[in-house]
């Protein structure tokens, strides 16, 4: 299994608190992504990397933003979190210049915002 | 505009009563069309890449076909545990992958 981990892995908060979400590699993959996965939806993405201090927006970018200072961590951040950014959130790597772009994703961080 | 369908949505299978799952998509220019497998609580697994047109794949009881149009996925003599989501997707123009909704499959002993 891809070295892929995720914290927390479920988080109830409250609507208009910050809420930031970690993940974290071990494969030294330079790309990274953030999706969320709802109902209805599937999986979209919500922002990616493709490099420390390289990131752009995804589908569904409104309301988060996004940090990587070193190559192994990817926040997300909620600035003020709504009720409709509960979600199930996955961080997802790949190396897209070595093998395509299979991605593999981490195990997923269950988000509750009341 | 770059889109995935899969279908069915959900799929009741007794063991070893084998089907197929379809993903159809379009797309100019497939940079590769993906499966997953996905448990309830976890996040998606990976099990193939297709590239082109003609190409297969196969993993255990699962293989995977693709045409210009569509890719199927094939469960041969399935058993309870193949029980999962199975994902579909191709990428997108970002890089991201776009998914489609899923066929939940369900294998009764």
């Known amino acids: 299994d891809a070295g892929i981990t995720q914290s927390p892995r479920h988080k109830v908060t409250e609507t208009g608190t910050p809420v930031t979400l970690r993940c974290h590699q071990t494969?030294?993959?330079?790309?990274m992504y953030w999706y969320r996965q709802d109902p209805g939806h599937g999986l979209r993405l919500i922002h990616y990397?493709?490099?420390?201090?390289?990131?752009d927006k995804g589908e569904v970018s409104d309301g988060y933003s996004v940090s990587r200072s070193k190559t192994e961590d990817f926040l997300l951040t909620l600035e003020s979190a709504t009720s409709s950014q509960t979600s199930v959130y996955f961080c997802?790597?790949?190396?897209?210049?070595?093998?395509?772009?299979?991605?593999?994703f981490g195990p997923g961080t269950r988000l509750t915002v009341l | 505009e770059d889109q995935v369908t899969q279908s069915p949505e959900a799929l009741r299978l007794q063991e070893g009563e084998s089907s197929s799952l379809n993903c159809s998509y379009t797309?100019?220019?497939?940079?590769?069309l993906f499966w997953y497998r996905q448990d309830p609580g976890k996040g998606p697994e990976f099990l193939f890449t297709?590239?082109?047109a003609g190409e297969e794949k196969e993993k255990e009881r699962l293989k995977a076909t693709l045409t210009k149009k569509e890719s199927f996925l094939h469960i041969t003599a399935p058993k309870p545990e193949d029980s999962a989501t199975y994902l579909c997707?191709?990428?997108?123009?970002?890089?991201?992958?776009?998914f489609g909704k899923g066929t939940k499959l369900s294998v009764k002993p």
């Open positions: 997802a790597i790949s190396e897209r210049e070595v093998a395509y772009n299979e991605q593999f």
């Open positions: 797309v100019s220019g497939l940079r590769g």
């Open positions: 990397s493709y490099g420390v201090k390289d990131t």
């Open positions: 297709l590239y082109s």
């Open positions: 494969e030294n993959h330079r790309y």
């Open positions: 997707a191709m990428e997108g123009s970002q890089g991201n992958l776009i």
